[in-house]
């Protein structure tokens, strides 16, 4: 991984806190991308204490905001002219709905939306690389998960569980879809589950289920732990050349009926596409 170049979102917390202290220990050059810039700067600084790696670079962004995403893939346009890596990593459950800048409901909106328009914007970046990989932390959740397109902004009725099962369902059709539409290129799509790890994750819900939730949270595996399939994907000969598969714990997983559904995946995409106003050029 010597000074290959990886852009990794959501990158202050959790599993992709992990991430990138393992692929900077390998030398390559870091791009964090989070929407706190207090805590950018402060992982910045101790990863490359920790790391030895003085290639580390941070882009501030909420990618829950459309008008965000174009920022942050301008910003990394005008510094680097390639790209080896992109981990899409941010995401989240709410309990409750909530609606971004642009009006989609969030969970969606950070968790599809922000993978789907931020990896068109910087595509022709990885494909100027030898190899590129694009890896995205789904969830095994999405095989509770179906696209409700009568309502994907779930206004009729929310449920917190059913808002994140949809999002990483809608992970595994987008990183199939991409993966088809790139076969004999360069670039490999994967996605991945990175088991129930003890991270932030959650820490928005309030009474019963916020007490659930920290009593689990002694059975759940660490962040370090949960990391390691998303590093194993990104930086791995073991994985070169193959693409469009779900994989937990570094091996390839059977995903959903649904995940493999090409009509649901190819709706999917047009709502995208319309929902991002970017249409996507190969």
Wanted: with cysteine.
């Amino acid at each position: 991984m010597k000074n290959k170049r990886i852009l990794i979102t959501g990158s202050t917390s959790g599993i992709g806190r992990a991430s990138a202290k393992e692929l900077a220990k390998m030398g390559a050059n870091i791009v964090l991308v989070s929407r706190n810039e207090e805590k950018l700067k402060t992982q910045v600084e101790e990863l490359k204490k920790a790391t030895n790696n003085e290639s580390i670079d941070y882009i501030q962004g909420d990618l829950s905001s459309l008008a965000d995403i174009r920022k942050v893939a301008e910003i990394y346009r005008n510094r680097y002219t390639e790209l080896d890596v992109l981990l899409n990593n941010a995401g989240l459950i709410v309990p409750d709905h909530r609606t971004t800048t642009d009006g989609y409901e969030y969970t969606f909106a950070l968790n599809h939306l922000g993978y789907f328009l931020l990896t068109g914007l910087l595509l022709d970046l990885l494909k100027k690389s030898s190899t590129a990989r694009i890896v995205s932390v789904s969830s095994s959740a999405h095989k509770a998960g179906k696209i409700n397109f009568n309502d994907i902004n779930f206004e009729k009725g929310y449920n917190s569980f059913a808002a994140y099962s949809q999002s990483k369902l809608a992970n595994v059709l987008f990183t199939y879809e991409l993966a088809e539409k790139l076969k004999n290129t360069n670039i490999t799509v994967n996605c991945l589950h990175p088991g129930v790890v003890n991270t932030n994750f959650g820490n928005d819900y309030k009474g019963g289920l916020k007490l659930i939730m920290s009593m689990l949270k002694p059975l759940l595996i660490t962040a370090d732990k949960g990391a390691e399939t998303s590093i194993f994907l990104a930086s791995s000969p073991k994985v070169d050349g193959i693409s469009g598969q779900f994989f937990a714990k570094k091996r390839a997983s059977k995903s959903s009926s649904l995940s493999h559904d090409k009509t649901i995946a190819k709706k999917l995409w047009e709502l995208s596409e319309k929902m991002c106003d970017f249409k996507y050029s190969f």
